[in-house]
């Protein structure tokens, strides 16, 4: 299974950006999909992570700025992420739980990230 994220870049102030990852390879079915995010010197954090039973969460940091939305059909995650502040520089990184088969559990895959700059 492989995580392919793209859309990364420098915006200024009050920009948006739109992030996108695609799943790929050996999938049953998927539970949720996610984006994570680490600043330099700080942890990892979740971002915004959709379950497909529709649940859909957010830190407060990016409440009413950023939307998460999926695709079922093409196993892909979206994150458009409007008003961006500097404090939103990071490497974002994709995260998806994942079924390979009926029987076993599922799996957490996570893509290589891709760097967010907010700067002037």
């Known amino acids: 299974v492989q995580l392919q994220a793209s859309g990364g870049g420098l915006v200024m102030p009050g920009g948006s950006l739109k992030l996108a990852c695609v799943a790929s390879g050996r999938i049953d079915r998927l539970s949720a999909m996610a984006w994570y995010r680490q600043a330099t010197g700080k942890q990892r954090e979740l971002v915004a992570r959709?379950?497909?039973?529709?649940?859909?969460t957010y830190s407060d940091s990016v409440k009413g700025r950023f939307t998460i939305s999926r695709d079922a059909a093409t196993n892909t995650v979206s994150l458009q992420m409007d008003n961006l502040k500097p404090e939103d520089t990071a490497v974002y990184y994709c995260n998806a739980e994942i079924f390979v088969d009926p029987i076993s559990p599922a799996i957490d895959y996570w893509g290589e990230g891709t760097q967010v700059t907010v700067s002037s």
């Open positions: 959709s379950h497909i039973a529709g649940r859909v």
